[in-house]
């Protein structure tokens, strides 16, 4: 078992940026990626973002290239997730995860874990 717990999450203007953090507990050793979604009301879940627990590599989808980037601290068992340059349709609840199998996904059901989530509002 991984248990995930998210924070960072607030209201921020058009523009600004924002840092979210994922602190992990439990079977760690066990994980392969940390991924970061997003869910907007009325809307499916969205994956934003990822990070190999151990090489460090990331892979983002178009919608967030460039604006976004993921890092970890793995003497501390955090990832964090920079969001620049943010956007109204940014505002969403963002969720931390952790996929425990190679390779690493972009879909929901490659996650086994999932955290609480932590609420970003980007105002216009």
């Known amino acids: 078992q991984v248990q995930l717990v998210e924070s960072g999450g607030g209201l921020v203007q058009a523009g600004g940026s924002l840092r979210l953090s994922c602190g992990a507990s439990g079977r760690t050793s066990s994980t392969v990626a940390m991924g970061w979604f997003r869910q907007a009301p009325g809307k499916e879940r969205e994956f934003v973002g990822r990070i190999t627990w151990s090489g460090g590599r990331t892979y983002f989808p178009d919608s967030v290239k460039g604006r976004f980037t993921i890092s970890r601290d793995n003497a501390k068992n955090t990832v964090y997730l920079q969001m620049n340059t943010l956007k109204p349709e940014d505002t969403a609840v963002y969720y931390c995860?952790?996929?425990?199998?190679?390779?690493?996904?972009?879909?929901?059901?490659?996650?086994?874990?999932w955290g609480q989530g932590t609420q970003v509002t980007v105002s216009s």
């Open positions: 995860a952790a996929d425990t199998l190679y390779p690493p996904g972009v879909a929901v059901t490659d996650y086994a874990y």
